[in-house]
DNA sequence: ACCTGAACACCGTTCAAGT
DNA sequence: ACCTGAACACCGTTCAAGT
């Protein structure tokens, strides 16, 4: 046994990760093991613990590429026009990719740390990533100097798109289909940035 | 082996209820297990299949009992006053279940159904029930014959809500902490019911 | 050095057999 | 009638031993 070396460790990496996406897309977190990632590639068990430490930090790395991924996504939807269409856009982007890989993007909320661990500080970066996005297409929309209620504006519509979205893919809002979804982000984004930028003149 | 009827089946039942409520409250949906509840009851695992269908069963019997105490905390809010308050009322009472019973609150988004069979119609109605709360509060903000909006409404900001919830809790929200998560809540209502009404008068 | 695979401690679920 | 517990087909993870 042991040493066959027909893979560079970077490889073996790869193509454990790999395996495991295609697992989720297909079947889910639910359809992940470690021994199911081992059997694709033909290779031991075993091999996994030898390049990650666990099955939670493999699947860690697969959410990684889907953040990134995402940002892709986000980033190829901006063109020219006025913040309310910006922001549109960007949800439009989100709730594209949420339908085509649902899967995929669903990872990103059912997989918890471990308790014990809080996401890394990369992960935590890339979250923040995706939310400027949001945060500089509405930046016209508040005065110089009003960083805090902008910042809080981003976060409040990121969240709300993606509550919407969990929502209704999870089938939980009651009558509400996956397709609807877009109207209510619709609704959610006109109606929000409406009332914001009517207190923001007032101030 | 077998016959001891020292419970009835609907004491069994609750039983089993208990024990895995108690399961999940103290180690989450994946502390659950058939054989745990087993061992905390001192039956046999086959018992828990004698009463529920299959472990999923089990789990969405759990969920009905969080949506009735979800229920009860937000009749409990309720006050007089105006729909603005009465809305923030609402989403104080759901924010506050969720930071006193936050393993209990997550059961209800990160358990799905098995892929094949939908929710139930009693645990759909009770989706509704929850959302109507919403809209009962929110209602004379709208004229008459504006169902359709006021509808859409509450479950944008049911959804809303939910998502800040959401993702403050599970710290993806980028440096919003849990307690913060009610100052974005306050934020969203307050923006998009702004929103909301400005355009109703508009029409 | 690299990889294996047996071993340990778990699962969900079924169903023949016992009282 | 009610309940058991062995059986089957799975898990995650470790680590001594093989090449």
Do not use: C
């Amino acid at each position: 046994m042991g040493r066959r070396s027909t893979h560079t460790p970077e490889q073996l990496r790869q193509l454990i990760l790999d395996a495991a996406q295609s697992i989720i897309e297909t079947n889910g977190l639910a359809g992940l093991s470690a021994r199911e990632i081992a059997r694709r590639i033909s290779y031991s068990p075993g091999t996994i613990y030898n390049m990650f430490q666990n099955l939670d930090d493999v699947v860690l790395h697969i959410e990684a590429r889907v953040l990134d991924a995402l940002d892709e996504r986000l980033t190829a939807s901006l063109a020219d026009g006025p913040p309310q269409e910006k922001v549109s856009r960007l949800a439009d982007a989100y709730l594209s990719f949420t339908q085509e890989r649902p899967k995929l993007w669903n990872l990103l909320f059912e997989h918890y740390m471990p308790a014990d661990s809080q996401a890394p500080a990369w992960y935590q970066q890339k979250l923040e990533l995706l939310m400027s996005r949001v945060e500089t297409a509405m930046a016209p929309l508040f005065p110089p100097g009003a960083e805090l209620e902008r910042n809080r504006a981003a976060r409040v519509l990121w969240a709300g798109v993606h509550g919407i979205t969990s929502l209704a893919t999870a089938n939980k809002l009651s009558n509400v289909t996956n397709e609807a979804a877009s109207l209510l982000v619709r609704d959610l984004i006109q109606n929000y940035l409406a009332g914001v930028t009517a207190n923001a003149k007032k101030a």
